[in-house]
């Protein structure tokens, strides 16, 4: 498969649609191999973070041309909720799900909604040739942009928990991402994602989305973890990144050659 056709609609979008319980990863290292090889593997999406790490846009260019050449479905986290710039060139570069960090409120998804829409739907900065529009060669790409468009935002404190309702009913925002390593933070148990106030409010945020009918996704360092997450209602789901693979395999390995008889029990955080 190379170079995925401008289907109507928004990929992602139909994985919740069609898919049960959609499986993605996070792709942290910023190379473009790692994005391919891990598309092969059976994901369903792949995540690629400029949040945190060194990808940048070049590599954020090159990760989606490889993710493009298999069955996943690429997203794009940036690293900024709240700088248009950013946005407009993601979407230039190709990046058709788009997903945005600590969002806090209502007003503020609007913003980020805004960021990544033509007019009359947003403020996106206007370009006719770029990769997005295979480089002008999809002649009506301004007008179809907004229908190919998707806009995850995530909540990552109770108060944007809290603010749940009113986040989910801002017009184009098509899903919910709790992050459950800084929902632990901001409750003061940073990174014990088993702790009893973030599994509650993990719950709490599934049910409520399920009430409203928004789509909500989450992440986990383990399958069992994310098992868990799943059977409280989200709906789509990561598990590790390609960095904590290679980690988990790399030390197993070195334990098993090294004679450590405990190797199994090493972790790596995600």
Sequence with gaps: MVNKPLTEGNDFLKLLEEAATPLGTWLMAG????????????????????????????EAWQMMQAVDCTPAV?????????????????LDLGARTLMFPYVQSAAQARRVVESM???????????????????????????????????IVQLETPQAIDCLEEIAAVDGVDALFVGPG???????CIGDLQNARVQTLMATAAKRARAVGKPIGTLGP???????????????VAVGSDLVFMLQQAKSVVARMKGQADHASMKVAY
């Design 31 to 58: 190379t473009p191999s790692n994005a391919e090889a891990l598309g092969h593997t059976g994901f369903d999406w792949l995540l690629i973070d400029m949040e945190h790490g060194p990808i940048d846009f070049r």
């Design 74 to 90: 690429p997203v794009v986290r940036v690293s900024n909720s709240d700088d248009p710039a950013l946005v407009k060139r993601a």
């Design 117 to 151: 829409k033509y007019p009359p739907l947003g403020q996106r900065g206007f370009a006719g040739i770029h990769r997005a529009s295979r480089y002008g060669m999809v002649s009506d790409y301004g007008k179809r942009a907004n229908d190919l468009t998707a806009c």
């Design 182 to 188: 800084d929902l632990s933070a901001a409750l003061g």
């Design 222 to 236: 383990t399958p069992e973890m994310v098992h868990g997450f799943a059977k409280m209602g989200y709906d789509y």
